[in-house]
């Protein structure tokens, strides 16, 4: 793109409504990354970026005149792709500003554009069961075209504009994308790649290499491109479509080259110019006529020789492109009847008629055309019609009878497979079948490619490979490296200071564990609420009916002594000790009371009179010491009377502060009031005396709920009986007969409930007490998870975050813990594996489990281990489980595992720092798994079916049950804000606000949202959205009064109406509800569900008055925000409407530290403005702080435990004393919230230990006493667990943090924020994120909080389904391996079990589970499992027994890593490798650059936009941004390697099609529509009937063309069109242009061959991690090679863990088994090297 400056250029690109684009420095710093898409969010891709697409792909042949079939094809395969990835509403919107035939490089690609438009717009959307919508507006701006995108909640905007600059618009064009880039530029991103098998898309947020390129040379033009509507103006009586008359007996495509024929005829009638005009009838003749598979032409054939004719036939088909593009330009396609009619995908040939072309312009041909006489009279047809419009004379075209027989093909070589006799590959009936089609053949050694030979030969296999047999990481090849190394004697000094060392370094760690544990105890600190809600059990009333006789008889029978006739010693002796007992459990419940009787003294003297606060912060501590003691129901009962007489006199003062003031009312202590009342009643019946009845009773009546005090009073008569309850209702009625209620809430029971009371209500599901988890009453679907535990049966289990599904795990492990202690053999021994995807996730469960059971949990993670050995719970990574479950020690030992969030499985958590996708891990998991296991989510849209697929995978074991138990419901609500700043009315901070905890803004800023404010009418036919969308009570009265303000409307008259009508006045609260009902959060549910259910019926008969209900739901418009300047006001109205604490989510680390430096920068200043210290404290201070530092340094330097912080002897004189303590008016966090001396000298301590100097972490350090922190993994993880832990404790209130937080971290919050959009917030991801807010325990309601987001994409987000888990293929080489090696390692006795094992993974995969084509999907897997270790045998990995060899335990073990790893042992195996190492000991650094520069061409590859490869871009930069080429013979190396391999994958497409008896060529239909591309076929607008096809392929003119043909086994015939054959370049050209019965997807194929954009276009490598360890620059990653600091950190974090594992695993395979000698030792020594100095290197990034 160039900058356009001159008014000529402004105007011509103006009238010809072409965009004009600008050159903007910021564009080359564009990011790149990988987002994940909700399903069911509409999406939109721009109409002239779908249609540029397409015909930019490398593989459509668009320079002889365009394949319009091929290009037809293209675009239907695209699109059906997109949808199968994830299933979703398409919009196509075209823009006047952006015409979609404009812009492109020549005439046949303005031709195809229009083809596809064309297509697209009438057969495409016009299909019944379309998912794509075409719509046109003038410009992206448009009022009309806004409201569009927003009202269908678009979830994504796909579009290919260049970036503008930021300067003011220079036109009218420039200010439509100059508004399309405002509006949309976060979520404008390009599809790069597209894997149908699952639900991922991955996108780049760089555009279109080829569209950026085409642009460029377009306005670098002296006159910019005309549109195509003026590329005819000489062409006169240009028809109009509308003429076209379907019943003439004309196709529509052969109409409109009649007309284009006839135009052309009209400019030019000679002699040459007619022939050519028949020429161009012919080859469309043709088209009709011939099969699909003998259209396609080899290059050669569609060459016209280079004389002055042939210019004028080139001429002359440029010309009818040009007219055939006006035709089609104007045409409407959406507004034609029987658009099926109007099909012209296959209008052109542009090969086909250059080759008729050559063969008739050489005179090849003799006798005329060389057709038969059908067709001659269909082109007879044409040509008089042709001749009539033009006025040319008409002379008849003659035919030829003569017809040349068919020459039979060769079908090459035959495709075979290796004989491996190997039990693994005799699992099912494969290997029969494959022998049945004589596929299989004797192993040889000449099949083996020159790396397998090379391994097997020259360096021999027996000194390469080692199973590495129990060595599961780098630790564990350590270990084997350092015992290798002379060994110290036990009494060296040295070997003592290390054995100290390492037991110190063990003490810290057993410390910090439990630290960290004892953080997830609730405490007073972190008590937030007077009383949470529950869900005991509440029992029904019974009247309780006293009978005299009985009565009697049982003081008789309770008199008695001992049993059978009341004496005898054993009788007396068992009274005796029943009333010890008794008398035991009086004196202890004496002593409870006392106890909580003495507490509510000491609150009562230190609780001053007057003061509101004081007595909110009194009721707060006696509230959480009852949580806390364990004592009867008599002490906690004393202990709620006492707040219920506190949040009473709170409330009164409440409503005196109302009077007095006019403040807005708060509920808040009458609602606390009203539930402590009746949770007394419900827990406490059976002791509660009668005096102490009527006073709970009073209260209520009090607070003029007359209804409450009827609904308590009739539960507990029915509980306790006539005689008792007529005691209470004396005294109740002494108490408070003659008096007014003394703060009535003036709102009848039913709707003060509704209104106020949602959070607090009992939300039991059927609870009842277990006596298998004491103090806990479980729900039904709890009790029956335990009963599954119990049993040793597997469950799904999928319910909300919070919801109570965790507490299962923490029961399963304590039963194996149970079980360990019971059986003193060590072999009876079991361990239960705890499953988390991220490390982060793993060390808090290390934590908690260690805060519940002790010392008894193990972690492995790949860089760390914890007590595995000794452990009875594992925690760990599922890279990791999925080692361990092909270990033969292992695998045993496992008794029971749980997997947490197992939706990870569908790989869509793309963005989420220190996430990667590990889709393929978990499938492995649950298809190894050799015992039972709970498979634990929140976030499963298709639970039935994906347990359906888990049972079948099990059911290989005997007995093996798989249960599925789903709960619907959140524990807590959920309240939606949007965050409306006004600056106009903003607080103005330094001047105003004078405390920040009693200086709200004054405006009400923070916006509700009801949820079906975020559901559109069409979304209401979709019950499984429906049911993840929950209101809280509150909403449901909205809901309901919004229906019946629409229902008023409705006719009396008209029954249906009446009914419509009826049906919302019997949801009107007071005639649904009983007046005196006590309602639990239940009773809501069943509400609204009635409530949907009435208004999903106004869908199909009154859609506007629905519509008027969804309008009524909003509050107003939502707002999107404007920057990140806001953010305090934004945290003073929400500490204002006490929602502390709060979690900022941004998906930025750079947006995160600003807010919360923003923050800290407005606190600090204002804190300065009251400081108090005098300036000799101040100076004394700074003294002290500069010893601390020189301290610390010393002991640092002499302390070789870099990984290890200081303990809390060490700490109490190394932390740096603030200069003062905030003042409470300055800090989030208050004096009663600060942390101790203690904490603050050991949390803070561990922070400074490792990072002195660091001025970043220097200034976040002090930002912690105000309350406010950061989180995001690019942090240090010292200060990352401090913030964690200090925000549990309620140290810290305010946290700015990326997603590190949102997958599960224990960090509970009263409010999520999320802070700014952008293309990686995925819906999965915000319900994430939204998970932290209203954790169970903590808070009785979650907010969520929208700011700087889009109205449209928040909608999308809440609008979402849940996401339908349909995983990938789970096969690939390193697995066939792994399995193998697995295999070969075990004992005799024991393989029948370990082949039990590993046929799960030949089971049935998820993705083909239930599909159409399940069969034939689940035996692509077998194959492919066959196929791969064929492929092992040839690379010399495996030989002919099936055993390991050469290099197989490395490159297994580097089995993360694939493909990659397999072309490593390429160069490994190679001469080149070893040279590319030899100049080590010479110039080490240097060699060390070069092999990162090899290694990074395979490892981790990040492409780069086109613009980034401008050399001149970064001529004074220090970075390479642009990977090098590998030298040449490394070069050459790997393109031998991906020939190999994409040949064997030629093979095994022909072997699978065999296996099915399938003709691979068999194949004519497009994708999308099923329109057929043959002879004669009606679908696809052909006028030449079967009959006349018949017998015109063996014309002389055709067995011409046919010498010329594409010879092609498996490459599509679509393809073949453009004159592609079987010569394949990369794996995704193989597996989206063959014809394969495989189903095959790129990833599956195992080659290196650089990515490519969508298109086909090479892209070229990011040279990020040479540059990095060049420069070690943090900010050069950031603004030169363009990547986001979370992607770069967590990158470069992996290819340190790369190294260390290359070194490892290659020192091991170096290692002659014979000698102990190393071998290549010049190779091993670089890579060490270089593995040691990027440690180094990597350990500087934030610094």
Known sequence: ???????????????????????????????????????????????????????????????????????????????????????????????????????????????????LHCHLTTVIARREDSFITCVHFPSWEDEEWLKCATDAHVGLVIADIPPLSDEKPASAVDEALFALQGHFVKTSLFVR?????????????????????????????????????????????????????????????????????????????????????????????????????????????????????SARILAAQ????????????????????????????????????????????????????????????KMNTWWKRCCELSGVAFREIAATDDVVPEVPTDEGEKPTLVDIPCDLLDMFDLPERLKSIDAIVEADESMRSGAGMAAAAALGDKYYYHSFSNMFDCRDIQGFIDARQPQLPETDPQYIRQKKWEQKKEQKNVTFIKKVSETFKVSTRNMRHVTTASSYHIPEPKQVVEDPKAKKEAKKAANKKGGKGGKGKGAKGKGAKEQIRLDNLKRLEAEDVQTIQLLIDQLNINKPKSSVEKLKATILELSAELKARDVCGKAKLLGNIQLIEWSFAMWQADLRSHKKNGEALDYLYAVYTFRLIMDSFHKYYSVIEAQQAADLLAHLKHLGLADAVRSAFGWYKGMVGEEKSQEVKVLLLAATKGKKPKAPVKMKFVEFQLQHCGALMNRGFDSQQDDRVPHYHPDKWQRELLDVVDRGESALVVAPTSSGKTFASFYAMRRVILHNKANKRTSDKQVLAYVSPTKALVNQMLAEVYSKFGPVVGVFTQDYRYNIELCDILVTVPQCLDTLLLSKTWRPRIGYAILDEVHCIEDSLHGMDGITKTGSVWEHLIDLLPCPFLALSAT???????????GVIQSRFPKRVVRIITHEYRWSDLILHSYHPNESLATDFEQDVKDIHRTPTGKKLLQRIHPLQCVTVEDLSDRQLLSAIHMAPEECVMLQTQMQLASAALDDAVPEQAELKAAVEALNPDVHFKTDQCLVRQDVYAYESKLIEVLCKWRDTHVESLRAVLKGLEAGKLHPG??????????????????????LFSL??????????????????????????SAAELKEIEKHNKRVMKELKRKRDADKDSEAGPDDEETGAQVIQVATKPDDSCSFCTNVDRMTETEYQYWIGRVLWRNKGDAKIEWLVKALDYGIGVHHAGLPKEYRVAVEVLFRAGHVKVVAATSTLGMGINMPCQTVCLWGDSPYLSPLLYRQMRGRAGRRGYDNVGNVVFANIPDYKVKALVGSKLIRLKGTQPISPSVVLRSMVSYADVKPSDKAETKLVIRGLLEQPLYAFRQPDQDALTLNSRFLFRVYADLLYR??????????????????????HEPANLALHHFLMSKEFDDLCSEYSRSPEETCRHLIQVLASLFHVVPVSRSQTSPSLFKDSSSQVVLNDLPGGLSRVLQEYNTSILKQFVDYIKIRAKLDDKELMDVNQLPLTGIEIAPGSASAGADVDADQAAGADRSPLVA???????????????????????????????????????????????TVAGLRDVTGRKLAYNAYVADYYKLFSKQSLIHENALREAIAWQLLKDWDMLLQTLYTSLYVVCVDPETEELRRTETLSAVEHLSKEFRVRFRKFNQ
Not at 1442 to 1450: F, H, I, Q, R, T
Not at 1629 to 1641: C, D, K, R, T
Request: glycine share 8%; hydrophobic share 40%; charged share 25%.
């Open 1600 to 1646: 011409a063309l046919e010498k010329g043909a594409v010879n092609s086994t498996i490459r599509s015939p679509f393809f073949q069109l453009s004159g592609c054959g079987d010569t394949f370049h990369t794996a995704e050209e193989l597996a989206n242009s063959s014809v394969s019965a495989l189903h095959i997807e790129a990833s599956q194929i195992p």
């Open 1122 to 1143: 404007t920057g990140k300047h806001e953010v305090m006001s934004l945290l003073l109205d929400i500490t204002a409407a006490k929602k502390l604490p709060v979690i």
């Open 940 to 950: 499963v849209g298709n639970p039935e079916e994906f347990c359906d697929y888990i």
């Open 1 to 115: 793109p160039v900058r356009i400056s001159t008014n000529e250029r402004l105007s011509a690109a103006r009238a010809s409504h072409l965009p004009v684009y600008r050159r903007s420095s910021m564009s080359f710093r564009l990011q790149w990354g990988e987002v994940a898409v909700g399903e069911g969010q509409p999406a939109v891709f721009e109409g002239r970026s779908l249609i540029s697409l397409i015909v930019s792909n490398t593989l459509l042949d668009t320079t002889h005149g365009g394949e319009a079939v091929h290009a037809t094809f293209l675009l239907e395969q695209f699109v059906q792709n997109f949808h199968k990835a994830v299933p979703r509403k398409l919009i196509v919107p075209f823009f006047d500003v952006l015409p979609y035939s404009g812009g492109h490089g020549s005439k046949s690609d303005r031709l195809l554009a229009e083809i």
């Open 193 to 309: 790649e597209l894997r149908c098998a699952s639900s991922e898309l991955r996108f780049e947020s760089h555009r279109l290499q080829g569209f950026e390129l085409l642009v460029e040379e377009a306005l670098e033009a002296t006159e910019p491109l005309p549109d195509a509507s003026a590329l005819v103006a000489d062409v006169d009586n240009v028809v109009s479509i509308a003429t076209y008359k379907s019943g003439e007996g004309i196709a529509f495509s052969s109409w409109i080259l009649i007309e284009a024929v006839a135009a052309f005829l009209k400019a030019d009638a000679s002699e040459e110019q007619q022939q050519i005009c028949q020429w161009f009838l012919l080859h469309h003749a043709l088209k009709q006529v011939l099969p699909l598979i003998k259209r396609g032409l080899k290059d050669s054939a569609v060459v016209i020789a280079d004389d002055e004719r």
């Open 1435 to 1456: 690379e010399g990995l495996i030989d002919e027994e099936g055993l390991p060899s050469g290099m197989a335990g490395m490159i297994q073990h580097l089995h993360h």
């Open 1148 to 1173: 930025s680390r750079e947006e995160c530290e600003g807010i919360i430096r923003e923050v800290y920068d407005k606190l600090s200043a204002m804190n300065d403005r009251v400081q108090t210290k």
């Open 318 to 377: 440029d010309k009818l492109s040009d007219i055939l593009c006006s035709i089609l330009h104007g045409f409407d396609g959406s507004k034609v009847e029987n658009p099926e009619r109007y099909f012209v995908g296959d209008l052109v040939s542009g090969r086909l008629f250059r080759a008729v072309a050559a063969r008739l312009s050489t005179d090849e041909i003799k006798g005329g055309l060389g057709i038969g006489n059908k067709v001659a009279a």
